[in-house]
């Protein structure tokens, strides 16, 4: 199972930035939304923010004004730039197609990137 591959994460003070990376097969990211989830040690993996073929997006309520999806579909990668970090945001940063992970039993991750988040 071919996944996407994300990149650009790191350690961070509190109020920093990030900006993370996910380069996607480029005959699925033509047709597909993209999306970036998160999963915090001991919680359960949530959908951060996505964003659609024609670049409409939707935002968590905990990242609303702070993070900001894009994708460039010329070079089938997809971004979160990442503003006014806090040490609630730490976590493996994963993304993949919501189309797919809506479908039950699907469960095909790559390794993510951790973002910490710490003075």
């Known amino acids: 199972q071919v996944q996407p591959v994300e990149s650009g994460g790191g350690l961070v003070q509190p109020g920093g930035s990030l900006r993370l990376s996910c380069a996607a097969s480029?005959?699925?990211?033509?047709?597909?939304?993209m999306g970036w989830y998160r999963q915090a040690p001991g919680k359960a993996r949530e959908l951060v923010a996505s964003?659609?073929?024609?670049?409409?997006?939707y935002y968590a309520d905990f990242v609303k004004g702070r993070f900001t999806i894009s994708r460039d579909n010329a070079k089938n990668t997809v971004y979160l730039q990442m503003n006014n970090l806090r040490p609630e945001d730490t976590a493996v940063y994963y993304c993949?197609?919501?189309?797919?992970?809506?479908?039950?039993?699907?469960?095909?991750w790559g390794q993510g990137t951790q973002v910490t988040v710490s003075s």
């Open positions: 993949n197609y919501p189309d797919r992970v809506a479908i039950l039993g699907y469960d095909y």
């Open positions: 480029g005959r699925i990211f033509s047709i597909n939304a």
């Open positions: 964003i659609t073929r024609n670049h409409n997006t």
